[in-house]
């Protein structure tokens, strides 16, 4: 009996601690380019305006440039911010501009989505 309880609790440990895994702290400079925690490449979209708090990348967008995910009180700092996305999430902003990383991109470093369409750039 003592099984099923502990796996009840390791269930339930996991899906409150499963939004705390997904957010991430605030990009750096690496190689000369904005990366995230992992090393990951960020990029911006042009289609999102500077300072209006508001991501324009939603629906089969997200799918391929994810969100980075800002925690629910995560407070801007220097030249980072943080939007409200449509869903309600918060995501990390670099002066003003909505942060992205790309699902091409497969190891730290990798920046396949640099100037893709002419509207996805790298942040140097």
Partial sequence: MKKPYASLVALSLAALLAPLAQAEPAAKMANGMLVNASGMTLYTFDKDVAGSNKSMCNGPCIALWPAVV??????????????TRDDGSKQWAYKGKPLYTYTADKKAGDAMGDNFKDV?????
């Fill in 70 to 83: 800002a925690p629910a009180d995560a407070k801007p700092e220097g030249d980072y911010s943080v939007v």
């Fill in 120 to 124: 996805w750039h790298v942040i140097k």
